[in-house]
Structures are given as structure tokens and as C-alpha cells.
T-cell receptor
Framework: GENVEQHPSTLSVQEGDSAVIKCTYSDSASNYFPWYKQELGKGPQLIID?????GEKKDQRIAVTLNKTAKHFSLHITETQPEDSAVYFC???????????FGPGTSLSVIP | DSGVTQTPKHLITATGQRVTLRCSPR?????VYWYQQSLDQGLQFLIQYYNGEERAKGNILERFSAQQFPDLHSELNLSSLELGDSALYFCASNRGQGIQETQYFGPGTRLLVL
């Protein structure tokens, strides 16, 4: 089955710097890759996603890249702010009806 | 506020007991997903229902069962509870049948098994 690895497990950056979180997946059939942000005491929140027919997607300060050949995908946050501090999860799944497999999470701290 | 509600917020029970967690999806959403989040297992997909029928199954134990009712609310039943079942249980919903449509997560039910 699918296995998703995520690095680093913890990340500290200064406010205004960029943060990069990297994930790898094992199942070449996966074609949908969402990213979730989970703040303390709350449920995960979808922040961006990418499908296999796209190599890069950007939404304001957040961007995601996908390399299907290498089975890598990454989350980039630019101009980080203290409110970006949270746990971020990457995930992978096949098409509809299939389960999503989550990475173990990255705890991001943005230091003011 | 995602529009997904879960009750109860917290639940403390003993090993061997049975509990029921309840989820009400956003208005108009036909799919309900259940997830378990624990320190050692991370975030795991358990099961999905679409319009009352089971649609996808993940790492759900045989001691666990779920259903979705005609009014689209869903219940997750956990029986013969073990210490390792202590976790946060999330419900999520979306309009369609698949994971590729944005899922809206509820606030979770924190289960503690003593």
C-alpha cells in the first residue's frame, strides 16, 4: 500500500523567512496530494492541493510542487508569519473512492 | 467554523467499554469521513460513507463500526475499548464522493480510555 514520508519533523524559522516541507510517496498510482494545517486543539484544515497533471500550484504565500517521476512533493511557505505556526500534514491518494494516506506531520514554529 | 459538528467533545471511559461518537456533516454534504489521530499512529483514515452507503475503508479495526443515517449524520461505534484506542477522532464531510473534493473537518472528539 501507499506510504508517505515527511521531513523535517520539526522546523523553526524566523518571521519573514521561507519554510519548506518535503514529502515522498511510494505508490505511483497516487495522483492527488493535499496539504493540511492543524492548529492546536483544532481539526486539520486543507490549505492547498495538487493533482498529478500539474507540476506547481501557488496560492498567495503558499506553493506546492510535485515531481511525479521522483515521487516527491513539497510545500513552500514564503514570508512566514507567527500565525503560520502549526503542524502541517502532506497526504497522497488515488482517485475518488480511495483512502488518503497522511505523512507523519511537521511541526512548524515561526519565531517573531 | 467548518460547519461540521461532532459530539461529544471529550469522552473518558474504561477498557472493555463501548462508546458512540456522532458527526453531523455540513448542510448539503453527502460524504462523511472518519479519521483517528494518535501520537503513535499519526492521522489515519478509517472509513467513508456516501449518502448512507459505505464507500471506502481504511485502517478501521473490526471492533469499530460506523453508519450513516438517512438524515446524513454519522456515528462511529467503538467497542471492547483498549488503552491504545485513546485518540482524537475527526469527522469530515464534502459534497461529492471522493477525496479530491475539499473536505471540511469537524473539531474532533477526544477519547481517553483508562
Amino acid at each position: 500500500g501507499e506510504n508517505v514520508e515527511q521531513h523535517p519533523s520539526t522546523l523553526s524559522v524566523q518571521e519573514g523567512d521561507s519554510a519548506v516541507i518535503k514529502c515522498t510517496y511510494s505508490d505511483s498510482a497516487s495522483n492527488y496530494f493535499p496539504w493540511y494545517k492543524q492548529e492546536l486543539g483544532k481539526g486539520p484544515q486543507l490549505i492547498i492541493d495538487i493533482r498529478s497533471n500539474v507540476g506547481e500550484k501557488k496560492d498567495q504565500r503558499i506553493a506546492v510542487t510535485l515531481n511525479k517521476t521522483a515521487k516527491h512533493f513539497s510545500l513552500h511557505i514564503t514570508e512566514t508569519q507567527p500565525e503560520d505556526s502549526a503542524v502541517y500534514f502532506c497526504a497522497a491518494s488515488e482517485t475518488s473512492y480511495d483512502k488518503v494516506i497522511f505523512g507523519p506531520g511537521t511541526s512548524l514554529s515561526v519565531i517573531p | 467554523d467548518s460547519g461540521v459538528t461532532q459530539t461529544p467533545k471529550h469522552l473518558i471511559t474504561a477498557t472493555g467499554q463501548r462508546v458512540t461518537l456522532r458527526c453531523s456533516p455540513r448542510s448539503g454534504d453527502l460524504s462523511v469521513y472518519w479519521y483517528q489521530q494518535s501520537l503513535d499512529q499519526g492521522l489515519q483514515f478509517l472509513i467513508q460513507y456516501y449518502n448512507g452507503e459505505e464507500r471506502a475503508k481504511g485502517n478501521i479495526l473490526e471492533r469499530f463500526s460506523a453508519q450513516q443515517f438517512p438524515d446524513l449524520h454519522s456515528e462511529l461505534n467503538l467497542s471492547s475499548l483498549e488503552l491504545g484506542d485513546s485518540a482524537l477522532y475527526f469527522c469530515a464531510s464534502n459534497r461529492g464522493q471522493g477525496i479530491q473534493e475539499t473536505q471540511y473537518f469537524g473539531p474532533g472528539t477526544r477519547l481517553l480510555v483508562l
